[in-house]
């Protein structure tokens, strides 16, 4: 074995590249969140529309959804992968087994959270993601700029798809309160000093952009923003 | 051995070898006192089977004082039963109530393949340790143990660490069947001290990636190996162990 040899094949390398991109896409989430909570400004979607043009053609940025896809694929390959080498690591199963005594449900269901997400994640792309780089936003705004604000408004009239995206981040939430902490801990960042405010940033964070998101579809069916 | 007044329904794991097919028997027991251990209740389970001429239950156990780590049973569905920090010789029938239903299995996961009954082959856990998990030295005399000095903290944390039996309830209880906080204690009881350092990372490298053939899981930090650990092992040393991992792998310029 030379040079990095199994470094990221053995069962701790695969650890890292969940961490490593788990703590990618909780970054790419913040900027996200933060630029979609323009629409909170309430000026008929004028301010969001800026970021949004901003983000569809910077070139940084562009290159960055690259990156962004690379780190998603890779995080839900591993995933898989992980999922069915530990399922074959009990081949067995008790029959009974009280998990609840000794780890939260949704430490143990990251798998099942995440597949909720995955399943979000391609209606909220051909929503959204599809339409801005592809099929094109209809409108423009009073600014000239493509008019996505207004694509929002529309594909929120409907309110099954304002309960999907709700119940999908109840899935967020659940799924970043384990994962964020988790993170850490598999890149060995466990200290006793640090340990209280990493497990407090991510109970904060899972919490506040996963009710931020969910605040959007509501907000924008019941007319509450201009 | 005083009588008692505990009547118990248990189902316990038959499985005459590796490869038959196992199944939950269920076995009345009538007078057991509440002062008890769980192995001491099984002792007499056994008897009363072997009078009636059938096989008694086969489950592993040695020094019954909770430092050995040769018990090893699935009890109602958490290693070592209901109790906190304790092995399952510690387990007195007084956590029990009267009328119970208690389910007794062995220790699931590939790397641990059932024996007989309860009685599972750790010897998984045998070739990790040999695969690193001790220290070279010189034959000669001792030298003076103060010619080391080692903060208290350290050598606190090393012998936490230490106080590893090596039952496996890590692997039973972890939903991947993850061996991390056995290996991690392993390591880190040697990596934190100085007789441990010029082999440190050469040791990290050899464990982890024998822990990996046996065919272990992977950890995904539900922390449940931390909260049924009868010596109380710590997550931390996962975290060590990963740290080590990563710069052996891509610092350190030795390589395994």
Known sequence: MSGFGNAFSSSIGKKFIMGITGLFLILFLIVHCGINALIFISDGGLTFNVGAHFMATNWIIRAGEIVLFIGLLAHIFQALRLTLENQKARPVKYAVNDGKANSKWYSRSMGLLGTLLLIFLVVHLKDFWVVSRFTGIPTVDANGHEDLYAVMKEKFQDPVRVVVYILAMFSLCYHLLHGFASAFQTLGWNHSKYNGIIKGAGVWYSVIISILFAAMPIAVYFGLIQ | ?256
């Open chain 2, 1 to 256: 051995m005083s009588t008692g007044n505990m009547n118990l329904t248990l189902k316990v794991w038959r499985q005459k070898n590796n490869n038959a097919k196992g199944a939950l028997v269920d076995y009345k027991l009538a007078d057991i006192s509440p002062d008890m251990s769980f192995l001491e209740m099984f002792d007499v389970l056994n008897e009363q089977l072997i009078n009636k001429g059938e096989e008694p239950v086969v489950f592993d156990h040695d020094c019954r004082e909770g430092i050995c780590g040769m018990c090893s049973m699935f009890i109602n569905g958490r290693p070592h039963g209901p109790k906190d920090l304790v092995t399952t010789c510690q387990l007195h029938m007084r956590s029990f109530k009267d009328g119970d239903t208690i389910v007794v299995e062995p220790w699931r996961a590939a790397a641990f393949p059932v024996v007989k009954d309860l009685t599972v082959d750790r010897s998984a856990f045998d070739r990790v340790i040999a695969a690193g998990g001790f220290i070279s030295v010189n034959t000669g005399n001792a030298q003076d143990a103060n010619n080391l000095p080692i903060p208290k903290m350290q050598a606190d944390a090393a012998f936490e660490a230490a106080a590893c039996i090596g039952c496996g309830a890590c692997v039973a209880t972890c939903k991947n069947a993850s061996a991390m906080l056995f290996v991690s204690a392993k390591i880190s009881q040697l990596a934190l001290l100085p007789q441990g350092q010029p082999e440190r990372y050469r040791r990290v490298q050899s464990m982890v990636a024998q822990m990996d053939a046996e065919g272990f899981g992977n950890c995904t930090n539900t922390g449940a190996c931390e909260a049924e650990c009868p010596k109380g092992i710590s997550l931390e040393n996962i975290a060590r162990m990963n740290r080590d991992f990563a710069s052996a792998k891509f610092i350190s310029e030795e390589t395994v």
